[in-house]
């Protein structure tokens, strides 16, 4: 049985958002967030079962932060985004990640799919086997992506540590 | 840098800011036409009603004592699994049940939806309908009126489980002996009803002239 939508969403939006947020940061993860349940909203009376909805929701939410860090990244970075400067609502609460954390900035400066990976590992606690499933690669790949991920960021903190 | 530090980070990335995110996407999935079936509570003096419109109309009402949990889950099985939470979608019927209760509606614009309802149950529902505020049918009647006069007993179950309680007034359908038969949830609802709708005097037990022409 497929529940209401309502309850999917109730059950489901912390973990989507947490996510991506610690992707794509917090002015995109609004955006990313529509996008996400727009288009589980739209195929949802195509699912055949209830079972597993955190994994499917999980992953569209990784393909939409994939597709919005390849928009980001052929973007020139020195212009700010004109959007979230000219958007009231953007301002109006306070941002509950401080996107100038330099752990969440190299979070965010992993390549895609590195940064994906460690994400879903750490930040929402999922195995290798569900990292594997929402990226669509072996759990080999998931570890890898995840260790490689780990090992940059490990560099990245330190060497900000010893500026 | 460990990953413990990567947790505490995520977890100070909750709070409101993902409820703010899920109420703009309702505003989005509205304007998309994507909500199947929206729902909210009415106040009521029995207590909260939850009250669900389909694209076509009223197509669930529900007393407290229904679990809205299970109401909802019928819902998504039986009409679409597009339902979500909506206050703008059930402004006007909510409104229009706050009107009703104080007195100052005696019938509702809303459109009913008979989704929920099939075969000879829809056809005593959509008779059922037509009753006017103020008046009352006996089970026999509707029955006749749905093409089987002799079915007055399945009549009466047809409209014990109606889906849209009072905006179908199946209150107003009663015994042809003057007794008020049953009613969803409890008989005391139908006296409460019945009397707002000055068709049982105060303290009387029975309906004026069931059936008959009033005035």
Request: with cysteine; proline share 7%.
């Amino acid at each position: 049985m497929i529940p209401p939508f309502q309850t999917f969403l109730d059950e489901y939006r912390e973990a989507v958002y947490r996510y991506l947020v610690a992707t794509v940061g917090p002015t995109e993860a609004e955006d990313c967030f529509q996008d996400t349940f727009l288009a589980a909203l739209r195929a949802y009376p195509k699912l055949r079962h209830g079972s597993n909805l955190k994994s499917w929701v999980l992953t569209i939410a990784t393909r939409k932060a994939i597709d919005a860090g390849r928009r980001a990244a052929r973007r020139p970075t020195s212009i700010p985004d004109v959007e979230s400067v000219s958007d009231p609502a953007a301002g109006a609460e306070p941002d509950p990640v401080d996107p100038a954390d330099p752990l969440w900035e190299a979070v965010r400066g992993l390549p895609p799919r590195q940064r994906a990976a460690v994400v879903h590992r750490f930040v929402l606690d999922r195995s290798y086997v569900e990292v594997a499933e929402a990226m669509g690669t072996t759990e080999e790949t998931a570890r890898q992506n995840v260790h490689l991920g780990l090992k940059k960021l490990r560099e990245e903190v330190t060497s900000h540590e010893h500026e | 840098m460990n990953t413990s530090e990567l947790k505490r980070l995520a977890r100070r990335s909750q709070g409101p800011a993902a409820g703010a995110a899920a109420a703009r996407f309702l505003e989005r999935a509205s304007a998309a036409g994507l909500v199947d079936v929206a729902y909210g509570f009415a106040d009521s003096p029995f207590g909260p009603l939850l009250v669900a419109m389909s694209k076509r109309g009223v197509v669930r009402l529900a007393y407290p004592n229904e679990a809205a949990d299970e109401v909802l889950d019928d819902l998504a099985s039986q009409v679409s699994p597009r339902v979500l939470e909506s206050l703008g979608a059930t402004d006007q019927v909510r409104r229009e049940l706050d009107e009703y209760f104080e007195g100052r509606r005696r019938s509702f614009s809303v459109p009913a939806d008979f989704a929920l309802s099939r075969g000879f149950s829809r056809r005593i529902l959509e008779r059922t309908a037509r009753i006017p505020f103020g008046d009352v049918a006996t089970y026999a009647q509707m029955a006749e009126a749905a093409g089987s006069p002799r079915a007055a007993r399945a009549a009466g179950n047809a409209l014990g489980s109606n889906p849209i309680p009072i905006v179908v007034p199946c209150h107003r359908v009663v015994h042809s002996d003057g007794g008020l038969g049953g009613y969803t949830g409890g008989s005391e609802r139908k006296v409460v009803l019945l009397r707002l709708e000055g068709a049982l005097d105060e303290g009387a037990a029975r309906p004026r002239s069931p059936g008959g022409p009033r005035h």
